[in-house]
């Protein structure tokens, strides 16, 4: 069974305090890996697609990598609007449902 | 271009009770979806459409019914609610099976 685990469930960082956060997932074959944003109240946006292990996507503060087994999301000087929760996403071949992964909550103090 | 968007917001049903909520898209994707999010778990599949007038199941589809008469638009129907139901639904939509996914907004949804 495919399945995806986030860590850690939530994360508090000052403002310019460098972080990463985890992605591990077991499937059968990736697809493709994604990476969403999502605020308060909202739906979740897109930020990356992942797609081989050594893959690295970078926009703004944020840089994706990805392994065999895992993704990380590097963020470096995060600013309070990057305040979030970060989902993580994979797909498998054959298959129409990306599972995706509970979150990481991000919170960044000014 | 208002990309995904969802009808209602927000509702509250008593258990029993029934409703279909409505997803519309203005960009031309053949893929639709309905998740379901509950706290501390990911997003979960309900059902999906690979094109107008064909659906499939997902992950957890009991107790909804879904419908895509229309290539744009994407209902998602509750024949008889139940608390267990109460959660925030999206839909969302992708060009292809393997592209990014564009969500809507949320509907809000509590069972009592």
């Known amino acids: 069974e495919d399945q995806v685990t986030q860590s850690p469930e939530a994360l508090r960082l000052q403002e310019g305090e460098s972080s990463s956060l985890n992605c591990s997932y077991t499937v059968s074959g990736l697809r493709g890996l994604f990476w969403y944003r999502q605020d308060p109240g909202k739906g979740p946006e897109f930020l990356f697609t992942?797609?081989?292990a050594g893959e690295e996507k970078e926009k703004e503060r944020l840089k994706a990598t990805l392994t065999k087994k895992e993704s990380f999301l590097h963020i470096t000087a995060p600013k309070p609007e990057d305040s979030a929760t970060y989902l993580c996403a994979v797909q498998a071949p054959g298959g129409q449902n990306f599972v995706f992964g509970p979150g990481t909550r991000l919170s960044v103090l000014p | 271009n208002a990309g995904v968007t969802q009808t209602p917001k927000f509702r509250v049903l008593k258990t029993g009770q029934s409703m279909t909520l409505l997803c519309a898209q203005d960009m031309n994707h053949e893929y639709m979806y309905w998740y379901r999010q509950d706290p501390g778990m990911g997003l979960r599949l309900i059902h999906y459409s690979v094109g107008e007038g064909t659906t499939a199941k997902g992950e957890v589809p009991d107790g909804y019914n879904v419908s895509r008469l229309k290539k744009q638009n994407f209902l998602l129907g509750l024949e008889s609610a139940a608390p267990s139901q109460t959660s925030v639904y999206f839909c969302a939509s992708s060009l292809k099976t393997s592209a990014r996914l564009h969500f809507g907004p949320g509907t809000r949804l509590t069972v009592t």
């Open positions: 992942l797609y081989s």
